[in-house]
């Protein structure tokens, strides 16, 4: 065996160790190393692959393999780095340290291989093409495979490790309560004086704004860490697939307050939570309101439906939802769920419960998609676009017309 591929397979084993203590020792709380199945055993076996047809390839493809294999690797690492930054280094932060030094090295290993291994014959200007489509073919590969795989990866594996200051202005509860999955999630609940109650999700940071606004007209409200979030159990997922699951615990935990009437729960998301939000609506009675703000591509067939809405067509078309596709399904692997059911079939199911979208049309984040969600849904309905509004700031660029709005639309709805 060449140094070349001892080298190869010493940095393919700091992966693989990392890969079996994150998935198998050392799961995230709540979870078993038999919930990780897929995520573990599936990059284990591309590992192993990748190691025995290492030294099999041509120069070309062993340079290429490491160079590419590189930047997946660091991106492994990100998440040691993220919460030592932030709580410091604990269980698999350790072993994945180590993935960053064999990401180096594979990325050094690969430039070194090319170089060595490069044609040095023939015609001067043919060798040059050669090198530079070789080139252009590398980094298309990159575009639409290693970068949303090491994308998937950070934001499966990555989020807010602290609790944010409370600045609900109102007197609180420290709550916890389980899903149906056996999470435990921990959060803050602010008594009802209404009889009423809304979660407003996601997390404990950015609903606060739209919680302390219904908190001073006498609703109880819920904030909580989602899962893999903050103090509360689970894997995080940025998409939020298997969220439904966090915010029909929120409603089953709310049902059971003396200061809630069962029936006059109601919801408020921002961003990927008002996504989750009418996902959830839509598979429960329970929630008997719900304000998105925010909401973007859920799924697949959601963004290059807003590929279609923005005017991207032909070849950027079809790179962009290759990239997508490969991003979901790593997704998938990652984080062992199901990718999230196409919006538009979800909405038309929450009728005659009432819906209120609100959009930021300007801003980069998808919401003309609201347009498309508001046709789709039944009556009651309602779509409010804030053309000056940054992603999820409908409350700061019209406050009073914001308050005025979400509270008389939970008003009408709940009491």
Partial sequence: MDSTTKLFRLAVALIGLHVVDDNFLQPEAGTSAGDHLVSGLVPLALLALAAWGFPRLP????????LLMGPLAIATG????????????????????????????????GAVTLWRTRRTDGNHAWRYTRRGLLGASGLVVAAIVIFPIGFAYVVSHTARAVVPENRLGAGYEDVAFETSDGLTLKGWYVPSRNGAAVISFPGRKGPQKPARMLARHGYGVLVFDRRGEGESDGEPNIFGWGGDRDIKAAIRFLQQRPDVDPGRIGGIGLSVGGEMMLEAAAETDDLRAVVSEGAGARALSDERDEMDIEGIGGVDKLLNTAGIAVRVGALSVLTNEAPAANLKTLVGRIAPRPILLIAAPNSKNGEKLNREYYAAAQEPKALWEIPESNHTGGIDARPRQYERRVVGFFDDALL
Wanted: avoid cysteine; aromatic fraction near 8%; charged fraction near 10%.
């Fill in 59 to 66: 120069g070309a493809g062993r340079g290429a393999l490491a």
């Fill in 78 to 109: 990100i998440e040691a780095v993220h919460y030592a930054n932030q709580v410091g280094p604990s269980g698999d932060d350790f072993t994945g340290f180590l993935t960053i030094p064999a990401g180096l090295l594979l990325i050094g290993l």
